[in-house]
């Protein structure tokens, strides 16, 4: 029990590997990779029990129960398919075709869509759950290994084993946004689920190291900056402003009351950036390695935010400060 951090209950399954849950804890489904026994084993986690058994003549590997409880998805090593079982009937209903050696496909928290991983080509495969068909592909790092999706349901985690890193994916566009360099061969990923009716913004992933880098982040009321640097832009009519991965350099812009400052900014990275401020209308996507030109006006007093909108949660934010204006808390 996550409350009290204790074990209350065990129920034997032999050489276990993952499991799923149901949204109200009451159901248990473990993937049992036992030789000669392997099986999908339906477990009762009020009377602790197992309750069903679905044998397998493959070996399982990642599941996943639906948020409404009705079928699991799950992987068979050597099988090019994600499998989908019925958990009215304790069957496998159909399967959904995919890329060579596909490992767990978790669902959207809204259940419309499904996430598989697929180890072979290094893809992200997006089912669609209504009609159990591939929908798209989208390609991510090596030997994916697990994904997750954000509580908004519109970005994906996923980690890649064999090329050290995590693809935020755009669920969206069906881009990848952003790769997060990690420390060794990562596997799994948590993320944790935003709190409150304003789920907003997406949670970030733990598994995601220092995202800002280099640069020192801080944190102004509740909004993280990849600090670098502020810059007296009060005698100037343009800056030249530079935007990787993940922040602007210079971070802070400090101009008089109602200084207009045409802003030339420059995309360092392969990632798609964006300048945002959504005080004075601007929403600026930077391709990779472009530039963009916006023209800004500083407020008559105190400070304007600025951001990536695809990467502000991970620090890439700024401000336009006016006169002797801190940075600021306020947003
Ligand atoms: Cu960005």
Redesign the pocket.
Same mark, same amino acid.
């Given at each position: 029990m996550t409350a009290t951090d204790r074990v209350i209950g065990e129920v034997p399954v032999a050489q276990p590997h993952n499991g799923t849950l149901s949204r109200d804890g009451r159901t248990g489904w473990v993937a049992s990779q036992q030789q000669g026994a392997t099986a999908l084993v339906r477990l009762d986690l009020t009377m602790w029990k197992e309750v069903a058994r679905v044998p397998l003549d493959k070996t399982p590997r990642g599941l996943e129960l639906s948020p409404d409880g009705r079928r699991v998805l799950f992987t068979l090593a050597g099988v090019n398919a994600i499998q989908v079982l019925d958990t009215a009937t304790n069957r496998i209903a159909t399967q959904i075709p995919v890329g060579a050696s596909p490992h767990y496909a978790p669902f959207t928290p809204d259940g419309r869509w499904a996430l598989a991983v697929v180890q072979g080509p290094g893809e992200l495969a997006i089912l669609d759950t209504a009609s159990n068909t591939l929908a798209g592909t989208v390609a991510v790092g090596k030997a994916p290994h697990w994904s997750m999706s954000s509580s908004d349901g519109r970005t994906a985690y996923v980690t890649n084993e064999g090329s050290n890193d995590v693809s935020v994916v755009d669920l969206t566009s069906r881009t990848v !946004? #952003?790769t997060i360099a990690v420390g060794n061969a990562p596997r799994k990923i948590a993320v944790q689920q935003a709190s409150g009716a304003a789920a907003t913004p997406p949670a970030q992933p733990r598994a995601a190291a220092s995202p800002t880098g280099k640069s020192k982040s801080v944190t102004l009321g509740g909004v993280a900056y990849a600090d670098h640097g502020t810059k007296d832009v009060r005698n100037r009519s343009k800056l030249e402003l530079e #935007?990787d991965?993940?922040y602007f350099s210079p971070t802070f812009l400090r101009g008089r009351p109602g200084q207009k400052l045409t802003l030339r900014v420059e995309n360092e990275a392969s990632? /798609?950036?964006?300048i945002s401020i959504p005080a004075l209308g601007i929403d600026t996507d930077?391709p990779p390695k472009g530039k963009v030109q916006v023209d800004v006006a500083f407020p008559a007093s105190g400070t304007l935010a600025v951001s990536?909108?695809?990467?502000g949660s /991970?620090g !890439?934010n700024g401000q336009l400060l006016t006169g002797d204006a801190g940075p600021s808390g306020a947003r």
């Open positions: !946004m #952003a #935007a991965d993940y990632t /798609l950036h964006n930077i990536c909108k695809f990467h /991970l !890439m």
